[in-house]
């Protein structure tokens, strides 16, 4: 009969000691007006969100890509702030310019101008992806197809890490670099110390830290999670059935709003973090 009550308390009591479940509530989607949307980067102080636009074949260079400038209401579109570009990917910002993954080449773009002021060729990549820039203002870029990250600092590339098969998402917190390398989430210290933190069904995709140690982590076909350090996560939102991508996410900290780029179903979608 102890035993019996005893079993019974710990019943009671584990559910109070166990995390909250956290979940998203949609607030707002575009219509299907935004040509095959990668990347969102918030630009909260402006009420902008910088849309990476692919318009066209996902590796191809064919001119059609561009970024866009939606409001973070998700009311006023422009489609074509920026044109000409090839397959844009990852969105990364440092003071007034934009950097964007296109391919084989880093386009920089000023800001306040709207014009594209250089382009950084990228040696040997084939499949540049996701981009980060850290406080000091160097750029880091997954090449997915070679398996590389690379480093720019004074607009000169280097390679930083190699040997990263599927390396996609990025993201630069302090000293550290959080990679997706394929179904891997790991973090490189400032010697290139890689350690491991937590692995997906699939490989990963945006990587969006929530300001207190923990992350929002998608994976491209349709699912977002909820991460934190020690290697437990959280499925947040699963849209794969809809065909609603789930790619490079934008996290408002101070909101709490993640962006979402569906790719495929052409919208971005906004929802609240609970």
């Known amino acids: 009969m102890k035993r019996f009550v005893c079993f019974l308390s710990i019943c009671f009591v584990l559910p109070v000691c166990l995390p909250a479940q956290h979940k998203l509530e949609k607030l707002w989607q575009t219509d299907t007006i935004v040509a ?13 969100l910088y849309v990476s636009l692919i318009d066209g074949s996902p590796w191809e260079a064919d001119g059609k890509g561009g970024i866009g400038k939606l409001s973070t209401d998700g009311k006023q579109y422009n489609g074509s702030w920026i044109t000409g570009l090839n ?49 000091n203002g160097v750029v880091y870029v997954s090449d997915s197809r070679k398996g590389n990250i690379h480093r720019i600092e004074n607009d000169m590339p280097s390679v930083y890490l190699d040997n990263k098969p599927g390396v996609n998402g990025l993201k630069a917190i302090g000293s550290d670099l959080y990679i997706f390398n394929g179904k891997k989430f790991e973090k490189a210290d400032v010697n290139k110390l890689i350690t491991p933190i937590l692995e997906l069904d699939a490989g990963g995709d945006g990587i969006e830290p929530v300001g207190n140690g923990d992350f929002i982590l998608t994976i ?38 993640v962006y979402v780029p569906t790719f495929n179903a052409k919208m971005i979608v906004a929802y609240k973090l609970l």
Do not use: C, M
């Open 220 to 257: 491209w076909g349709g699912y977002i999670y909820y991460a934190r350090p020690d290697g437990q996560k959280e499925l947040l939102l699963d849209t794969h059935l809809e065909k609603k991508n789930t790619a490079d996410i934008g996290y408002d900290a101070a909101k709490k709003i």
């Open 87 to 135: 397959a844009p990917k990852g969105l990364g910002k440092h003071g007034n310019r934009l950097y964007v993954a296109d391919i084989s080449e880093v386009v920089v773009i000023d800001i306040a101008k709207g014009v594209v002021e250089k382009k950084i060729a990228i040696p040997g990549a084939t499949g540049l992806n996701d981009i980060t820039v850290d406080g």
């Open 36 to 48: 095959i949307p990668e990347s969102v980067l918030p630009d909260p102080a402006n009420h902008i």
